[in-house]
């Protein structure tokens, strides 16, 4: 009787109290997600203001997290900001990442594309930032308000891959990272939808595309980044 009353116990202690969420405000974020997108284009490729985009993107959703936070302190559980669940998260996509790092290889020797130099560094340090808030904003907030709806209820195979065709085409003109974002969100959308861990995604989405531009594509994301600022 004393081992039942406490696992019931731990189960009501368990219990998610985040406050529901309405539609409303979740067409909200995923508005706010595609006009982001639609940024990307404008002030990153059109006007070549990579760095102060990317800063500004970060900031504004920073406090979008924050403004969120302070109506209701379990939503970033909710969104995937855990730890709880950070290691059996990792050891879940440790494989695709490992067979992912080896094709970038494999697929640099081929083509002769390789361009390791020190620059990779900073973008292993600082890339992690820029890629947790795109997978909060792809994955998080799009693939997750998605599966959520109330009034609209979406095949989550669907979800999977309306997120994955809108994160490849906002890497748009570079075929190479279009096929690799759109593999990438397949995999982190099924893993998201079964284990929310934003800082796993973006951690790996850091690593994983810092290494994809050195290898695979032949680009120095450092020197076209911050060179110029110096």
Known sequence: MKNMLTKYLIDFSNLKLTRPISDKIR??????VVITGIGKFVFMDYFNWRLPFVVFAILTWSFYVFYRYKKDNNVLRDWGFRWDNFKSVLWLMLPFAIISMVSFFVIGYIQGSINMSWHIIPLL???PIWGSIQQFLTIGLLAGNLKDLKRVRCNKGLIIFVTAIFFSIVHYPSIWLMIGTFILALFYGYIYLRAK???VLGLL???LGALFYYTVVNQDPFMDVFMKFI
């Open 125 to 127: 340090i600082t890339y």
């Open 27 to 32: 067409i909200l974020e995923i508005i706010g």
């Open 205 to 207: 989405h850091g690593w």
């Open 197 to 199: 861990n934003i800082y």
